[in-house]
């Protein structure tokens, strides 16, 4: 089988401001105090993903898995490795990226199309199963400045699912769609995994990491902790205990998470 993704030592830094105004910059540095600090968001990560392959990506917040995505995606490069991918790359990696707010919901659906790399007559034909999959009704021609962020996750997730990629990207933005269409659209990606393609899935649901994925990655504040079979990544993470500290315990759909 033909490699997918290759991660070779990838590091990715980010700076943390402390202050937004110039006031505020000039007074911390006449009192000597810090402004800002680096951190490696992605640390020395390496990996090798085939093609075919469904990789569950999780992790605690601000762990990394988006930052990831974005690399994988090309949004971002690397500061140090090298990150390798195979084949057209489609997904939704954050709600509403892309998306112009003075535009409508089907002129955004056209320049989405268009910068994923779908062509005119491509999009002529899969127009009206996009606008099905969204199921938006007349808030299509609304502007996406004023949609939800279930409603700009289903435009863009619909387009997305609608583009034939060799790799998928699916970050947690399923979690603002309301349930019926958080089903539909695990239902896609099932569709997606079954055909062979690559889907790199981010969740922090243990039910569909599960049944989604067949190997999962852990990041731990920016480093892989874990790589290998779904259930001892979830029981790697603790997902799998109940949480003592808490009075009520919720079961992952009560949660209301993926699906
Ligand atoms: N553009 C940026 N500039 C500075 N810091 C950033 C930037 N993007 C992300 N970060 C920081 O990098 C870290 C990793 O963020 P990331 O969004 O990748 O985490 P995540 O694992 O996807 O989190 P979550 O589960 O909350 O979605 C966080 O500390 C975040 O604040």
Redesign the pocket.
């Known amino acids: 089988m033909a490699v997918s993704i290759v991660a070779e030592n990838i590091t990715k830094e980010?700076?943390?401001r402390y202050h937004r105004t110039f006031k505020e910059v000039t007074v911390a540095k006449a009192r000597g105090v810090k402004t800002s600090d680096k951190?490696n968001?992605?640390e020395d990560v390496s990996f090798k993903i085939e093609e075919g392959e469904s990789i569950g990506l999780m992790?605690?917040?601000?762990?990394?898995?988006?930052?990831?995505?974005?690399l994988i995606n090309g949004v971002m490069r690397p500061d140090e490795g090298t990150l390798l991918t195979r084949g057209r790359i489609a997904g939704l990696i954050a709600t509403g990226a892309g998306f112009h707010p003075q535009l409508s919901g089907s002129e955004n659906l056209v320049l989405n199309a268009a910068i994923l790399g779908m062509s005119e007559k491509e999009l002529k034909r899969k127009y009206d199963d996009i606008v099905a999959f969204a199921d938006l009704g007349r808030t299509l021609e609304a502007p996406v400045g004023h949609y939800s962020s279930g409603q700009r996750a289903r435009l863009g997730f619909a387009v997305a699912i609608h583009v034939d990629s060799d790799i998928f990207l699916a970050?947690?933005v399923l979690a603002v769609g309301d349930k019926p269409f958080r089903s539909k659209c695990m239902k896609k990606m099932l569709e997606i995994r079954d055909s062979g393609r690559t889907l790199v899935y981010?969740s922090?649901s243990p039910a569909s990491v599960e049944r989604m994925c067949s190997r999962v990655l852990v990041?731990e504040k920016?480093k892989l902790g874990f790589d290998g079979d779904p259930k001892a990544a979830i029981h790697y993470l603790e997902y799998d205990t109940p949480d003592t500290d808490n009075e009520v315990e919720l079961t992952d759909d009560e949660m209301g998470n993926d699906i």
């Open positions: 980010f700076t943390l951190f968001a992605i992790g605690l917040n601000g762990s990394g898995k988006s930052t990831l995505l974005k970050d947690e981010v922090h990041l920016g």
